[in-house]
């Protein structure tokens, strides 16, 4: 429990330091509003109390950015590398 406690408050830290770091950088472009339930948004109040985030606009906005960054780091595998992988696994016997 310590060791988890501890990772909690090092993690929180991080995502307070992410958070300065990108509340001072300008924002450029424009916004658009968008509606989300009252439900989710008083669980995302509930969970910002205990991070560095300022607001909940800007804690959609760094999962967000999160998440579509998850999405364009799956693509790690060239369509070459695929194709050896496939050649591979047919090879073991695990594909047809």
Do not use: C, H, W
Not at 7 to 22: A, E, G, V
Not at 61 to 80: A, G, P, Q, R
């Amino acid at each position: 429990m310590y060791y988890f406690k501890k990772f909690q408050n090092i993690f929180n830290l991080i995502l307070y330091i992410s958070m300065k770091i990108m509340n001072k950088e300008k924002t450029e472009g424009k916004f658009v509003k968008v509606s989300i339930p009252k439900s989710i948004i008083e669980k995302i109040e509930q969970r910002i109390k205990q991070t560095g985030f300022e607001s909940v606009s800007s804690y959609i906005s760094y999962v967000l950015k999160e998440v579509l960054s998850e999405d364009e780091e799956e693509d790690v595998f060239s369509k070459e590398d695929e194709e050896r992988v496939k050649e591979r696994l047919k090879a073991l016997g695990y594909l047809d």
